[in-house]
């Protein structure tokens, strides 16, 4: 059952306020928000962070809502045009009906441990005819994968539900909000992960619930997991689905043994499903040349680094040359066929 609530004409305080406080855990955010000791969750103090409507970095309108999906509470973003949004998200100049067709798609962005990248919307603006997502992990430490308590380091114990309450979200809750085109063969529907993000998006959602949006893309930024979960219509997920992996020199150690992991698995399954080397290159890419910590894809910050991935999405993940200025390689899309990520600290 879907309950969406949304307040409107709440103007958002500035970004950079959100929290008093950081997850200090493999994986993790960026450190650097810290705090006068406060005792709330980090879920308490992202609540007292106000819903409502606030404006693009490219002047198009951001909603920031919520639903209870699957009894989760999922707080979610929407950057779009105005008059893409439908009548029922309560944005002035919306025009479009409810679940109504639209000409643009989405990029769905999943966060880190912690929400950083929730509130820094790296994702937001129309980008490569995508209109940016995020989604709020149902969690007290903001956790994607873990319900209540503390990092629990790789394990994503609420992985499966999480992941499903994700697929609901894009497939019932958003075409109620916005108008995005649902076509799957022109690839209008991606997913991108950041660390956390990263790890159930690989581990839970592309083996469950790719197969509802095969022929589109993931991102997976500093951070991945093999499938944790039985694949369904693996043939028709790999054979038709864009992966990329983005790390750098000098990952998290955890992390840097388990990207490599999930590359040879998902590599495996492709080979299972019959592609050969070319198709499997041309699908799955990997790429850990920037020198950088985690997350540091610029070599060096975690926030910004993250928004350079983001701003050059469509390079990578839509038909580009893979060309990333700032990185120091001519292109990130390398194969994963006969080739092995190698760390600064390996």
């Known amino acids: 059952m879907l309950t969406i609530r949304s307040p409107f004409g709440v103007a958002l305080v500035a970004l950079l306020s959100l929290l008093t406080g950081e997850v200090a855990a493999a994986p993790q955010n960026r450190g650097g928000r810290k705090g006068s000791g406060a005792k709330l969750t980090l879920q308490q103090q992202a609540a007292q962070i106000p819903q409502g409507v606030s404006q693009a970095t490219d002047g198009s309108t951001i ?11 999922l707080r979610f973003r929407i950057s779009a045009p105005a008059d893409q949004f439908t009548t029922a998200s309560g944005i ?51 956790l994607w994968g873990v319900t209540s308590g503390g990092p629990t380091g790789l394990d994503r114990p609420d992985g499966v539900a999480h992941m499903q309450a994700l697929n609901d979200l894009v497939q019932t809750v958003i ?88 590359i040879s698995a998902f590599q495996q399954v492709a080979q299972t499903a019959g592609l050969d080397a070319t198709q499997i290159g041309a699908l799955q890419t990997a790429d850990n040349s920037p020198v950088g910590g985690h997350c540091e894809f610029d070599g060096k910050d975690f926030v910004s680094g993250v928004q350079l991935i983001s701003d050059n999405f469509a390079n990578i993940m839509q038909g580009g040359n893979g060309a990333v200025t700032g990185i120091p390689t001519d292109t990130v899309l390398k194969s994963v066929v006969g080739e092995t990520l190698v760390f600064a600290s390996a």
């Open 63 to 73: 909603l920031d809502t919520n639903a209870t999906v699957n009894n989760l509470n």
């Open 92 to 142: 002035e100049g919306a025009t479009q009906a409810p679940g109504a067709a639209g000409a643009m798609g989405i990029n769905v962005l999943l966060h880190g441990d912690g929400g950083t990248s929730f509130f820094d919307f790296p994702n937001q603006a129309v980008q490569g005819g995508l209109m940016g997502v995020a989604v709020l992990a149902p969690s007290e430490s903001l």
């Open 175 to 262: 075409p109620q909000m916005v108008a995005f085109n649902s076509s799957n063969v022109l690839g209008f529907k991606f997913f991108t992960g950041v660390s956390g993000g990263s790890l159930t998006l690989s581990g839970f959602f592309v083996p469950a619930h790719m197969t509802n949006f095969a022929g589109t893309g993931v991102m997976l930024m500093c951070g991945a997991l093999p499938p944790q979960v039985d694949f369904v219509d693996a043939n028709k997920v790999v054979s038709t689905t864009k992966i990329h992996y983005q790390s750098s020199q000098n990952d998290q150690p955890e992390l840097q043994q388990s990207i490599p992991q999930s």
